[in-house]
């Protein structure tokens, strides 16, 4: 076997396997989105409200009550938030707990940019002690953003980029629970707000996953054809 034929060889194998692994890493995906849109829909269907407390965790998506009280200076406005086309931010206060230190955040809704970014828009938190039911959820830990562009640090509030809780915590010394409340669409307080999950359908996945393996088999298809092309061609 000549050089040549070994580096095309190699070559054809590694393009193979690097489309097979594309179309298994979006099967990967698809199977993630649907068992959070299947999260989704099983909440929905139950509303039931259990209480937050010390103990473990609640799944994805499960409905939540928690009493406490809102800092009323203190929120955050996460950046780049789209509501029926328009730009702006989410609310994100910070509930003190009965039950421990941690500020919970709750998401509150949605708000406009308004006419400028540097003017940030001032909204009103509840006041007292208030219980709040909602959808527990555990924001995404695979984004990378840096420490310095996660947060615009200064007076309350302030723009954030991405509730990252561990990061937040360290650059404000504020303890802040790594979990947000997602505030129920039935509470008459808070904002604009519609929490189906805005991604890529997993069916679109799937789509892609078919593209990827039927690139493989044609890269395979090709490399049989054009071995077997030579070989005839060699024996001629």
Known sequence: MSRSTIIATL??????????KLGLWQLDRA????????DFERAQQQQQWQPLGLGALPDRYQGVSVRGEFQPQQYFLLDNQIQQGQVGYHVIGLLQADFQSAKIPVNLGWVSLGDSRQQLPAVTLPEGPITVTGWFYQPSES?????DQLLEKGPWPMRIQHLDSELLSAALELSIAPYVVLLSETETYGFPRQWQPNLMPPEKHRAYAVTWFSLALACLIIALIAGRSKTTTTEE
């Not at 199977?31 to 299947?38: G, P, T």
């Not at 984004?143 to 420490?147: D, G, P, Q, W």
């Open 143 to 147: 984004r990378f953003v840096a420490a």
């Open 11 to 20: 070559i054809t194998v590694l393009a193979i396997s690097g489309l097979v």
């Open 31 to 38: 199977n993630e989105k649907q068992a959070l849109f299947d």
